[in-house]
């Protein structure tokens, strides 16, 4: 599974103090929510490959994988999985196709327009992504929820786009349910650029401890991987609008 390029990046100190951005910030937070409501109905728009890949990162260690393209039936997307799991683990005992798609639950357009009135943002500077520019905010719900999962970390918002290229935080709940024991909380995700004006996710990983039966806490990563996308030919396929661009480019 091909991973995007090495990125240097400068960690965020808990309270940055920036000057301002080119563009106001309600003004970014704004464009970036609209945006992010077109970004919601594109992602309908297209199938994909989908790979994931659950490894132990001990030696000796194995892997999870299962890989498979993505259909929608009676408005709903699908996952048809056509490689099936075939489990090396040597510590742990995921071994199902439920186990895998367990994983995979990971919200991606969570900063509608409806969603921005549950957050805070903080501005935290200016950061180049390969050859992007992008204003960096710290998110955090204005208070948790015991229904739906809010999210909490940092987003990269392209400086002509305006358009959230890249996320790193985790999804709460104010009381998570008991049994869960999921190993993974914080997610990276990165999303590629399609037909110039829709950003899709296209990359997430995650890192945490997943316990073994005999009670060691054994680290592990997680890979998801999607490719292959194409336009969905059926009739009933949504058609977004072109997403709402910047009035003002920052300077290059």
Known sequence: ????????????????????????????????A???????????????TQA??????TNPGGMLTATGATYFKDGERYWNVTKEPA?????????????VMGMTQVPY???????????NFLYAGE????????????????QLSRRQRFFEGVIWVDD???????????????????????????YETYRQNFEDKYWLP??????????????AKVPVKLIIRATDFKRRTDPDAPIPPVPVQAAVSAPK
């Not at 357009?109 to 957050?119: A, C, M, Q, R, S």
């Not at 305006?162 to 935080?169: K, N």
């Open 202 to 215: 296209t990359y997430t990983t995650s890192e945490g401890e997943a316990v073994a039966p005999d009670g």
């Open 1 to 32: 599974m091909e991973v995007p390029p090495t990125i240097n990046i400068k960690r965020l100190p808990s309270v940055p103090h920036p000057g301002p951005p080119p563009i106001p910030e309600q003004e970014i937070i704004q464009r970036f």
């Open 127 to 142: 950061q180049q992504i390969d050859q992007i520019n992008t204003y960096v905010f710290q998110v955090k719900p204005k």
């Open 87 to 99: 489990p090396t683990l040597t510590a742990l005992r995921y071994t199902t196709l439920q186990d």
């Open 160 to 186: 002509h786009d305006l358009a959230i290229v890249r996320t790193w935080g985790k999804f709460e709940l104010l009381v998570e349910p008991s049994g869960e024991n999921m190993p993974f909380t914080m």
């Open 34 to 48: 609209a945006n992010e409501d077109v970004m919601r109905k594109a992602y309908d728009l297209y199938t994909y």
């Open 52 to 57: 994931v890949r659950f490894e132990e990162e």
């Open 109 to 119: 357009f969570f900063l509608t327009t409806e969603d921005i009135p549950n957050y």
